[in-house]
Nanobody, 126 residues
């Protein structure tokens, strides 16, 4: 499956952005999907994940209550609604997918996912 993230940009602290991740090549309905981010000089970190049905979601503690992950399997698209953005949310955001994840868990690592999008830059100014 090919993934393409979009929706990044420059926003002031306290603002909102909605990221999208469009998939092609295969239907996403059987894939667990996630968002990761990588800030300059830091390792890629888990942000959020969602089950294939959309019924189970998990978030990193740093974004819990501010970000919402969702999916529309009819549109083959994953979303990340980001509210109350902070300067420390500045990073390149990547979407990821994998259809061999057996069960959802509170946190994932990059190696859990086999398909990745190119990433979209989010910059939050103070």
């Amino acid at each position: 499956v090919q993934l393409q993230a979009s929706g990044g940009g420059l926003v002031q602290a306290g603002g909102s952005l909605r990221l999208s991740c469009a998939a092609s090549g295969r239907t996403l309905s059987s894939y667990v999907m996630g968002w990761f981010r990588q800030a300059p000089g830091k390792e890629r970190e888990f942000v959020a994940a969602i089950s294939w049905s959309g019924l189970i979601t998990y978030y990193a503690d740093s974004v819990k209550g501010r970000f919402t992950i969702s999916r529309d399997n009819t549109k083959n698209t994953l979303y990340l609604q980001m509210n109350s953005l902070k300067p420390e949310d500045t990073a390149v955001y990547y979407c990821a997918a994998d259809r061999n994840i057996g069960h959802m868990k509170p946190s994932f690592v990059s190696q859990d996912f086999s398909s990745w999008g190119r990433g979209t830059l989010v910059t939050v100014s103070s």
